[in-house]
């Protein structure tokens, strides 16, 4: 029923539509709320070859995950974020497909 409403809300006055949006955005953070988590928060161990053993802590502010180093190297030092993944639902049409390589194929 709400596919069918969402498709039919293209004819509908400008306001109505964005009125429908907001209750649609609305339920959807609702439901991210009280979904779990990917269960990925704390210390996480990381073998890098020469580089040795590092050690990364994971954590979450919202719908953003945040790996911070808790043993700093020359390319991220200790205390600095490594990297993030933003968790938050995006229209998936919108993107561009990937390209996956591996470093013994030509490009």
Do not use: C
Request: proline content about 4%; overall charge negative.
């Amino acid at each position: 029923r709400e596919i069918i409403d969402a498709k039919a809300s293209y004819f509908l006055p400008e306001d109505e539509r964005k009125r429908r949006v907001k209750k649609w955005e609305e339920e959807a953070s609702e439901a991210r709320r009280s979904i779990a988590r990917f269960h990925l928060e704390g210390l996480w161990v990381g073998n890098y070859g020469d580089s040795g053993q590092e050690l990364i802590n994971v954590t979450y502010s919202g719908d953003t995950l945040m790996a911070a180093k808790v043993t700093g190297d020359t390319n991220v030092p200790r205390g600095k974020i490594s990297f993030t993944a933003e968790l938050s639902p995006t229209n998936s049409s919108s993107l561009d497909p990937l390209k996956v390589s591996f470093d013994n194929e030509a490009t």
